[in-house]
């Protein structure tokens, strides 16, 4: 599942989680893994800033100088925050949380762990934190706000907890 160090967010699926409703980054961070969460990524983000990011148990991660210089390097398949994410997920042994299909597939090649966004949720739906059914209207409430999330993703979201144990 996540890298022993936990889970870094990508700015989409932060954004997606910030929508549906903050607090959820919280629960992930208590029942699924730790939440490190790059500062340029965080300074991207509407919605969520540092003291709210570190009082609802994320840790907020500073780049090294190296982590700077690579992500400016970057291919151009990459943002900057997306080359961020990968350099944070890579050096912390943390598991990288994207929708993305650059990043995903430019840390699979890194050997990287990656992982969907909605994986999380589906995480705490299995544990019991989170209802099948609220789990299924945090994701289409993305859907109704988020283009790329379409609705073959809630589909398979749907499918995916109804096979759940809990």
Known sequence: MAGAGGLVF?????IDYIAVDPSLLG???????????????????????EPEAI???LTVHEPTDDQLDE???RPRSLSFQDAM????ARDLGLTCVTNDAALGAYCEAAGVPTMR????????????????????RMVR??????AY??????????????????
Do not use: K, Q, W
């Open 10 to 14: 990508d700015a989409s699926v932060l």
């Open 27 to 49: 629960l992930v961070a208590r029942h699924v893994g730790s939440v490190v969460i790059p500062l340029l990524v965080l300074a991207e983000v509407d919605g969520l800033d």
């Open 55 to 57: 009082a609802l148990g």
């Open 71 to 73: 992500a400016m390097a």
């Open 85 to 88: 994410c990968f350099a944070t």
């Open 117 to 136: 966004g909605f994986r999380p949720l589906i995480t705490l739906v299995d544990l019991g934190v989170v209802s099948r059914l609220e789990g299924v």
């Open 141 to 146: 409430s993305v859907h109704a706000r988020n």
């Open 149 to 166: 999330i379409t609705r073959s993703v809630v589909v398979v979201f749907v499918r995916e907890v109804r096979r759940l144990r809990s």
